[in-house]
């Protein structure tokens, strides 16, 4: 079962066990909720919009690092206007423990219809 979810003003595509990097977000030893922003997907079966909504994709923070050097250069030409300086962005590691959908009809129905289907 994977999600996306938005955090950081970035999409990110996820699973359980999978570790991303995102923006400085919280401290460690909390646990961080995300309500998935487009699609969650059930072993084949696409939820979106309200039944996506519903959905929860639960983190554990692992830990903050830098991110790669962005090097900013601005320039004018033929006024002798130069200057350099660059930034690296805080990310903390998060470690996507669980993506779970509420108990509802929808995966209700198919479990029982494939539970019909096998005993016939």
Same mark, same amino acid.
């Given at each position: $079962?994977?999600?996306?979810? %938005?955090?950081?003003? =970035? #999409?990110? +595509?996820? #699973?359980?066990? *999978?570790?991303? /990097?995102?923006? &400085?977000?919280?401290? *460690?030893?909390?646990?961080?909720?995300?309500?998935?922003?487009?699609?969650?997907?059930? *072993?084949? &079966?696409?939820?979106?919009?309200?039944?996506?909504? @519903?959905?929860?994709?639960?983190? @554990?923070?692992?830990?903050? =690092?830098?991110? /790669? %050097?962005? =090097?900013?250069? %601005?320039?004018?030409? =033929?006024?002798?206007?130069?200057? %350099?300086?660059?930034?690296? #962005?805080?990310?903390? $590691?998060? /470690?996507?423990?669980?993506? @779970?959908?509420?108990?509802?009809?929808?995966? &209700? +129905? @198919?479990?029982?219809? *494939?539970?019909?289907?096998?005993? /016939?």
């Amino acid at each position: $079962m994977y999600a996306v979810i %938005k955090t950081g003003g =970035k #999409q990110h +595509k996820v #699973q359980a066990g *999978d570790v991303i /990097e995102v923006e &400085k977000l919280v401290a *460690d030893g909390e646990t961080v909720e995300f309500h998935p922003l487009l699609v969650v997907d059930d *072993d084949g &079966k696409t939820h979106v919009g309200a039944e996506a909504a @519903k959905a929860v994709v639960t983190a @554990k923070p692992l830990g903050e =690092k830098k991110g /790669e %050097k962005v =090097k900013v250069f %601005k320039y004018r030409p =033929k006024s002798g206007y130069a200057r %350099k300086s660059g930034h690296r #962005q805080l990310l903390t $590691m998060l /470690e996507i423990t669980d993506v @779970k959908l509420p108990a509802g009809r929808t995966t &209700k +129905k @198919k479990d029982d219809a *494939d539970a019909t289907a096998s005993s /016939e």
